[in-house]
């Protein structure tokens, strides 16, 4: 079955880059979804981050003012989210989703990781 | 910039009860309309896509409808593990999800 799982430190200091993976298994990621990264801030509501499809082109978010870099690796079948220049208002719980390819939708969610941005 | 409105915010109604949450798009938008339920330290779950598409394994009770600026998930009888929080996800020129719904017991 499909399944994918998120990992990295789970603190972060201010002003420093956020690093997560995500480990995918049960589909190829190189077949026709996105990869993509979702976030939710305590007490707040889902926001999407970004996708990559395996051929390497991205779509972010315009709302993160060019902070994010998703890359993949289809030979390990995972992909990566790179936030830089954290603030507090970065900590949250993330999640990797496959995204439709069409219709963006999230039909399988990792569990999520939780992000504290601190010093 | 297109927004979706969910409402109401909170919803509170018993098991075996009808839910109806809606979605208002603030313009006319594609029926590339989701809706998620979402439980606390759990991952979001699909239910619908494409604004009345059961996902697989969703059961019968949930049901979506609508177009253009006005959708709505509905759950015919509520059962008790139905109580969490929905979100609608449309495709806009990305992702956009609404502000969420909760259901909580009465």
């Known amino acids: 079955q499909v399944q994918l799982q998120e990992s990295g430190p789970g603190l972060v200091k201010p002003s420093e880059t956020l690093s997560l993976t995500c480990a995918v298994s049960g589909y190829s990621i190189s077949s026709a979804y996105y990869c993509a990264w979702v976030r939710q801030p305590p007490g707040k509501g889902l926001e999407w981050l970004g996708h990559?499809?395996?051929?390497?082109?991205?779509y972010y978010n315009p709302s993160l003012n060019n902070r994010v870099i998703i890359s993949v690796d289809t030979s390990r079948n995972q992909f990566s989210l790179n936030l830089s220049s954290v603030t507090a208002a970065d900590t949250a719980v993330y999640y990797c989703a496959r995204q439709a390819w069409t219709e963006y939708y999230f039909d399988y969610w990792g569990q999520g990781i939780l992000v504290t941005v601190s010093s | 910039e297109i927004v979706l409105t969910q409402s109401p915010a909170t919803l509170s109604l018993s098991p075996g009860e009808r839910a109806t949450l809606s979605c208002r798009a603030s313009q006319s938008v594609s029926s590339y309309l989701a809706w998620y339920q979402h439980k606390p330290g759990q991952a979001p779950r699909l239910l619908i896509y494409g604004a009345s598409s059961r996902a697989t394994g969703i059961p019968a009770r949930f049901s979506g409808s609508g177009s253009g600026t006005d959708f709505t998930l509905t759950i015919s009888s509520l059962e008790p593990e139905d109580f969490a929080v929905y979100y609608c996800?449309?495709?806009?020129?990305?992702?956009?999800f609404g502000q969420g719904t909760r259901l909580e017991i009465k």
């Open positions: 990559i499809y395996h051929s390497g082109s991205t």
């Open positions: 996800q449309l495709r806009n020129k990305w992702p956009l």
